[in-house]
């Protein structure tokens, strides 16, 4: 074989192996504590709680990670999934609920059913939505639903399990990374303000939606990169300075360990600049 022909075999042999891992993503249940689980499907993840009256599960991620999960928890746990809960309206996370929407009652924001209404959403419609708290009982034990505020979406919410310590926070708490890119359908300050209210709560264990399981310290450290961000940002624009400037001046060096730092900061900064620009204005 020519080397030529090797490398295209080779190009091809990668190209192949990329494509069956898109379509077959590593998927997992594993432990959290006391009787929370959490679901992985490649790199996004939920968490589902079990009950002797059934499961309480949340984003179900796609139509085929959903099928998996009802079928894994089905043999694993004996028990029927009764509630599926959606972090925020953004359909890589909440894409199909239909799978489970003959035996579970879904439940999201009253801005989620809006948004994924208007959007055609590739998932069911909520049947139960709430404004500002929610706590769903089930077998003798709670979970409580929590809008934190404007933030990564208009209507995100975080799901609490007292009794196990653990909020599960989906996209808007990053773990060790900055924010994905360029800040897309967000908010400030209030996203900074919704992460506050996160601290605020009395738990262990941070079970993000992308990455490890953290604690309230990665939690406070993301909130003081935003804030440092935001004003920097604010008055990099009180001072003149173009967006391109901005791109050159403001380091914020001290987050420079977290994920994604030089590829996504100058991404984070445009976004910034967006926000800002929308919500000031100059002499």
């Given at each position: 074989?020519?080397?030529?022909?090797?490398?295209?075999?080779?190009?091809?042999?990668?190209?192949?192996?990329?494509?069956?891992?898109?379509?077959?993503?590593?998927?997992?249940?594993?432990?959290?504590?006391?009787?929370?689980?959490?679901?992985?499907?490649?790199?996004h993840y939920s968490v589902?709680?079990?009950?002797?009256?059934?499961?309480?599960?949340?984003?179900?991620?796609?139509?085929?990670?959903?099928?998996?999960?009802?079928?894994?928890?089905?043999?694993?746990?004996?028990?029927?999934?009764?509630?599926?809960?959606?972090?925020?309206d953004h359909a890589d996370?909440?894409?199909?609920?239909?799978?489970?929407?003959?035996?579970?009652?879904?439940?999201?924001?009253?801005?989620?059913?809006?948004?994924?209404?208007?959007?055609?959403?590739?998932?069911?419609?909520?049947?139960?939505?709430?404004?500002?708290?929610?706590?769903?009982?089930?077998?003798?034990?709670?979970?409580?639903?929590?809008?934190?505020?404007?933030?990564?979406?208009?209507?995100?919410?975080?799901?609490?399990?007292?009794?196990?310590?653990?909020?599960?926070?989906?996209?808007?708490?990053?773990?060790?990374?900055?924010?994905?890119?360029?800040?897309?359908?967000?908010?400030?300050?209030?996203?900074?303000?919704?992460?506050?209210?996160?601290?605020?709560?009395?738990?262990?264990?941070?079970?993000?939606?992308?990455?490890?399981?953290?604690?309230?310290?990665?939690?406070?450290?993301?909130?003081?990169?935003?804030?440092?961000?935001?004003?920097?940002?604010?008055?990099?624009?009180?001072?003149?300075?173009?967006?391109?400037?901005?791109?050159?001046?403001?380091?914020?060096?001290?987050?420079?360990?977290?994920?994604?730092?030089?590829?996504?900061?100058?991404?984070?900064?445009?976004?910034?600049?967006?926000?800002?620009?929308?919500?000031?204005?100059?002499?």
């Amino acid at each position: 074989m020519s080397n030529r022909s090797a490398l295209l075999f080779s190009s091809l042999f990668l190209f192949a192996a990329a494509v069956y891992a898109q379509d077959d993503p590593t998927r997992a249940i594993t432990h959290i504590s006391g009787d929370l689980y959490r679901f992985q499907n490649g790199g996004h993840y939920s968490v589902f709680f079990v009950t002797q009256d059934g499961i309480l599960a949340t984003d179900p991620i796609n139509a085929s990670a959903a099928r998996w999960l009802k079928d894994a928890v089905a043999e694993r746990f004996g028990q029927p999934i009764r509630y599926v809960v959606y972090s925020h309206d953004h359909a890589d996370h909440i894409g199909g609920g239909e799978v489970f929407d003959d035996e579970a009652i879904i439940v999201a924001h009253e801005n989620a059913k809006e948004t994924i209404i208007g959007e055609k959403r590739p998932t069911a419609v909520p049947e139960v939505v709430f404004s500002h708290r929610m706590v769903i009982e089930l077998g003798g034990k709670q979970a409580e639903l929590i809008y934190v505020g404007r933030g990564h979406s208009d209507n995100s919410i975080v799901v609490h399990f007292p009794a196990e310590r653990a909020v599960f926070a989906v996209d808007f708490i990053p773990v060790r990374s900055l924010p994905y890119r360029d800040l897309t359908d967000a908010y400030f300050p209030d996203w900074i303000a919704a992460v506050k209210r996160v601290e605020a709560l009395d738990f262990d264990v941070l079970v993000p939606g992308h990455g490890p399981l953290a604690t309230k310290a990665e939690a406070t450290e993301f909130r003081r990169y935003l804030e440092a961000l935001y004003h920097a940002v604010l008055s990099a624009a009180r001072a003149g300075q173009s967006l391109e400037e901005m791109k050159q001046s403001i380091r914020l060096d001290e987050f420079s360990h977290l994920g994604q730092y030089e590829a996504w900061l100058p991404l984070n900064i445009e976004g910034m600049y967006r926000q800002v620009s929308l919500h000031r204005r100059g002499n």
